[in-house]
């Protein structure tokens, strides 16, 4: 019996990783708001909490099913209060997404000064919990459609939990140093809110097109920069 749940189990760690990259992605970008003394502090905490999130709706799975039923109908159109959770969610996470890209490049082109407010570890942890709620509720839905044995959600969970934890900063580091790769992970944020909004209204956008273009521009990306690298400076 062990051996028949490693399968599921190991599908379902993987599909939780990469439904786990939107999160590390937002709190990275977030964290590099933060003096540096502060960021590991965002990130664990945000990461820490996604955590409880998840084992807590766990342990509350009627209720999590209880989302999926009906709330009320406009135009043909069933809303349940999962989507209703996602639709939210998605609006935040082209919201942020939007003014983050504003700020990097049409604001700071600007010649008049711009002033930005010095964001606040409470208020982005707000910011962080938010979202959390969000992808933690569809990541325990997935995980409930894929396999029955609560003890394989509970490990699933947790594994990749810690795998997020170890990425996190490494990715954060990356996306700091590289600004092009930021504004790609921001374009990336809007997808996924774009793609929450569309589940939220039964219009499903398979993830896997999202994470197959985004890595497609990543590729493009990585080997611009490298193509601007060789040049040699005149």
Not at 31 to 50: C, H, T, V, Y
Not at 88 to 114: C, M, N, R, W
Not at 205 to 213: A, T
Request: with cysteine.
């Amino acid at each position: 019996m062990m051996t028949e749940a490693i399968i599921p189990l190991l599908s379902l760690i993987a599909l939780e990783v990469i439904l786990g990259i939107d999160n590390i992605i937002f709190i990275s970008i977030l964290a590099d708001k933060l003096p540096e003394s502060q960021r590991n502090k965002l990130r664990f905490w945000g990461i820490g909490l996604a955590l409880i999130m998840r084992l807590c709706l766990l342990a509350l799975i009627s209720w999590i099913l209880k989302l999926d039923q009906t709330l009320f109908r406009i135009s043909d159109i069933d809303f349940t209060g999962k989507g209703l959770i996602l639709i939210v969610g998605g609006l935040f996470l082209i919201y942020k997404s939007t003014k983050e890209i504003y700020h990097k490049t049409e604001a700071l082109q600007s010649d008049e000064p711009v002033t930005v407010k010095k964001a606040s570890f409470g208020k982005l942890l707000g910011e962080v919990v938010l979202l959390d709620l969000v992808f933690s509720i569809d990541s325990i839905i997935t995980a409930v459609g894929m396999v029955q044995q609560l003890w394989v959600m509970y490990t699933a969970v947790i594994v990749t939990v810690v795998i997020m934890l170890a990425a996190a900063k490494p990715i954060s580091e990356f996306i700091a140093k590289h600004p092009s790769f930021k504004i790609l992970a921001l374009c990336f944020l809007m997808m996924i809110g774009v793609s929450l909004i569309a589940e939220g209204l039964h219009f499903e956008i398979p993830k896997g097109y999202i994470y197959f273009s985004m890595a497609f521009a990543f590729l493009v990306d990585v080997i611009q920069m490298k193509t601007i690298k060789s040049v040699p400076h005149k």
